[in-house]
């Protein structure tokens, strides 16, 4: 492909998202420019990763590297019931016995280093420290973007399409108010890493475990990751771990003792970080793309991360935009039509996982609902992994729908 005075993509943000769509487009020889407001490696929080990653890893050119990496290796996830009742894991390994089974806790600062670098070595032109002020158009269609490097100079760079991967910091959903909350999932996040805290051995070592409050009001999950470090943090409703509740040290501590399998779990270890917070939870854009752009990851669209889904839907979403970009490029069709092709099939997907993730909130037993419907063992296996995207799932959701009237009449 002939070099051009500007690229056919820009891409705002380089988490998994941006890595992912430019990568992918840069692959099929269209030139690519991603700017990244922050200079790499930098802290984020997201480390469990859930099997289905593997595909679009694999597309990347990422799994060589990921297996040749010091992430831990995850083959399950395990819940822990209010009484402290632990379920059997759920070993993807039973489900599907493939490799794809196996994933990874990992560190996100270095794992977004691996994947932007990837980028790059795939012909993505990166530029770090450099922010996307505004994208700009021309009537109602995207035309470029303004950037600032840090040392305040600005530019204008144009392009056929821009990708929005600029997480939840969100630029075009903020430019044209198309957040939508979901009032459903109005919860926010507490979290701290422990040094030298419990942790299971042989293959449950990498285990994400999913552990209820004694009240039943939140829950915590609990990461192990390299360097005898966990990831522990505490999600509930905003109201309850926010309102009059203003120092988070305070609060983490109090949810400790309202958790006492993590409580037990933590004494052998030390805290080694603050306790970060975030109040920014679920919501979604109300379109996907626009004539001459498109939105992906968390600037698409966030949800509650009890089963882990961020950086998935951030993969598949890049990967869905980026063949759709592609595709437009090459008949020259970038309009709204063209880019966002892959928006009801995602949404789909991610109205699953959502609906899994309603249904914990409601009292949903795993353990019970596999024992009188074994037939959804698999599903329910191929939505905690990440499989979505396909409708023979959703009879699974008219099964827990029957066991919630036979509870409700019996009781
Ligand atoms: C409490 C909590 C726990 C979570 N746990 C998990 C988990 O266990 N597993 C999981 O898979 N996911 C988890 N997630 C979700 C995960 O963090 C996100 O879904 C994921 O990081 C989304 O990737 P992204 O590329 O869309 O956005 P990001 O990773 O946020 O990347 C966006 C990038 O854009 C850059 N940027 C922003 N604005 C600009 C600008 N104007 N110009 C240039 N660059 C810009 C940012 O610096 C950033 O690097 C969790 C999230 C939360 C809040």
């Not at 979290?191 to 009240?215: C, I, M, N, P």
């Not at 626009?290 to 991360?305: N, R, S, T």
């Not at 598949?316 to 709204?336: C, F, M, N, P, Y």
């Not at 899994?356 to 409601?362: A, F, I, Q």
Request: charged residues 25%; proline residues 4%; negative net charge.
């Amino acid at each position: 492909m002939t070099n051009r005075s500007s690229p056919h993509v820009v891409v705002i943000g380089g988490g998994p998202a941006g890595a992912t769509a430019s990568t992918l487009i840069a692959q099929q020889g269209y030139q690519v420019e991603l700017f990244e407001r922050e200079r790499f490696p930098r802290y984020h929080i997201g480390e469990s990763l859930i099997p289905e990653t593997y595909w679009v890893l694999k597309r990347l050119g990422m799994l060589e590297k990921m297996k040749a990496s010091q992430f831990i290796k995850k083959y399950s996830v395990q819940f822990v019931s209010p009484s402290g009742k632990h379920s059997a894991p759920f070993y993807f390994h039973d489900n599907k016995p493939h490799e794809c089974s196996q994933t990874w806790q990992i560190r996100r600062s270095e794992f977004d280093v691996m994947m932007l670098k990837n980028a790059e070595e795939q012909g993505v032109a990166v530029h770090e420290g450099m922010r996307v002020l505004d994208v700009l158009f021309d009537e109602d269609r995207a035309v470029g973007v303004q950037v600032v490097d840090q040392s305040g100079t600005q530019k204008t760079i144009r392009a056929d399409v821009i990708v929005d991967a600029s997480g939840q910091s969100s630029l075009l959903i903020n430019k044209f108010k198309l957040r939508v909350p979901d009032p459903d999932l109005n919860k926010g996040a507490l979290w701290t890493y422990f040094e030298g805290a419990y942790r299971d051995q042989g293959k449950d070592e990498g285990a994400t475990v999913v552990l209820s409050l004694r009240d039943k009001k939140g829950w915590f999950w609990y990461i192990p990751m390299q360097d005898d470090v966990m990831s522990i943090g505490v999600v509930a409703n905003f109201d309850y771990l926010f309102k009059g509740r203003t120092n988070h040290e305070l609060t983490f501590a109090e949810e400790l003792e309202n958790c006492p399998a993590v409580k037990e779990r933590v004494m052998q270890g030390k805290q080694i970080r603050p306790v970060k917070a975030t109040k920014d939870y679920t919501y979604r854009a109300s379109q996907a793309a626009g004539d001459g752009w498109v939105l992906v990851g968390d600037a698409f669209g966030f949800l509650d991360p009890l089963y882990s889904s961020g950086v998935l839907l951030a993969l598949k979403s890049g990967e869905l935009a980026a063949d759709a970009i592609v595709e437009g490029l090459q008949s020259g069709d970038t309009s709204r039509a063209q880019l966002g092709k892959w928006e009801a099939g995602y949404v789909e997907g991610m109205n699953r996982m959502r609906r899994l993730v309603c249904e914990y909130y409601d009292g949903f037993n795993f353990g019970e609902f596999i024992r009188r419907f074994p037939q959804h063992r698999g599903s329910i296996t191929d939505l905690l992994i990440g499989d979505l995207f396909k409708q023979e799932l959703d009879p699974v959701f008219d099964d827990i729908d029957s066991m919630k009237v036979t509870k409700a009449t019996s009781e």
